[in-house]
């Protein structure tokens, strides 16, 4: 090609259609870039390069519980320092072994925790001097470097209950839901349809149950986790719901008073789902709940899954 095919008529031409496909290209590129799911997020929440510390989230959360932060509260860092940089945030149960491996491996150094890391309400990692188990976790912590925080009195007190609408939520049940009521308001359903349900959208193995399988239910309650025998029964008795929904019992106290309840006439059921899994929608629903606050971090929810086998 000559200067003049470049300068006359004809170069005009050339020059339109290089400035065309140079455009052209440059706005494919920032449609394909803007397609991707972080640069949505950018253009739906603003500048991702944003670092946060492990304070940081904390703050963001505490911003959206009422009355916070509380002057006693279980809800303290177990593991690391609240100064480190947060590369991913793992949600779950229990910050088991399996978890904080699995952390690891997803480049994620903060676990957001619902119950204790160390075995006891308080963590007291003395509560039994010289544990060797305690000592290899801190340990294996220490090596990823991972901070553990625990999210319980806070996520209970957020409303609605984190844990409890999170459950609803996995079961389907969440538009029974009404603040002011404390138990659900349900289409009549047998004791057995309410269980198969349960594990079904719960995905939980077994459950342990007293009551008749048969019995018509609509008033059900939910307590997930572990409240305690006298919160467990007084609930039964100031509500009296057809069946009382809860994580876990101790065998001595909540079971037997349902057993007597029973055998004394009262048409009250009992269904025990597991600690662990009872509660753990609620740690996965936080992801969906916690993720628009904070877009630049990406939060994967890790089961920490039901301790037991059934034999």
């Not at 904080?100 to 509560?127: G, K, S």
């Not at 839901?177 to 719960?202: C, D, F, G, Q």
Request: aromatic residues 8%; charged residues 25%; proline residues 5%.
């Amino acid at each position: 090609m000559d200067n003049t095919s470049l300068t006359g008529q004809s170069g005009k031409h050339y020059f339109k259609r290089r400035d065309f496909i140079s455009t052209s290209i440059k706005v494919a590129g920032v449609t394909a870039l803007l397609s991707t799911p972080v640069l949505n997020l950018a253009a739906k929440y603003g500048d991702l390069t944003k670092v946060y510390t492990v304070q940081d989230i904390i703050n963001i959360i505490l911003k959206e519980v009422p009355g916070a932060p509380f002057a006693q509260t279980v809800d303290t860092i177990k593991s690391g320092s609240a100064d480190q940089q947060v590369t991913g945030i793992v949600t779950t149960m229990f910050s088991t072994i399996k978890v904080i491996n699995e952390a690891a491996r997803l480049n994620a150094n903060f676990i957001i925790a619902h119950e204790p890391t160390f075995y006891n309400h308080t963590d007291d990692v003395n509560w039994v001097a010289q544990n060797e188990v305690v000592k290899k976790k801190q340990e294996l912590l220490k090596q990823h470097n991972i901070v553990v925080w625990r999210f319980h009195d806070y996520w209970h007190s957020v409303r609605p209950d984190g844990i409890s609408y999170g459950v609803l939520k996995m079961a389907g049940w969440q538009q029974y839901y009404r603040p002011e009521e404390r138990v659900l308001k349900m289409p009549p359903a047998s004791l057995k349809k309410i269980v198969e349900h349960l594990k079904s959208s719960l995905n939980i193995a077994r459950v342990r149950v007293i009551g008749d399988m048969d019995q018509v239910c609509e008033r059900i309650a939910i307590l997930p986790g572990a409240s305690g025998g006298q919160a467990q029964i007084s609930f039964a008795e100031k509500e009296k719901p057809d069946v009382l929904i809860v994580g876990e019992v101790h065998e001595w106290e909540t079971a037997e008073y349902v057993r007597d309840a029973r055998l004394l006439g009262s048409k009250i059921s009992l269904i025990i789902l597991g600690h662990s899994v009872s509660e753990e929608p609620g740690m996965q629903w936080l992801v969906e709940w916690l993720q628009p606050k904070i877009p630049e971090i990406k939060i994967t929810h890790v089961a920490s899954e039901d301790p037991f086998k059934w034999v």
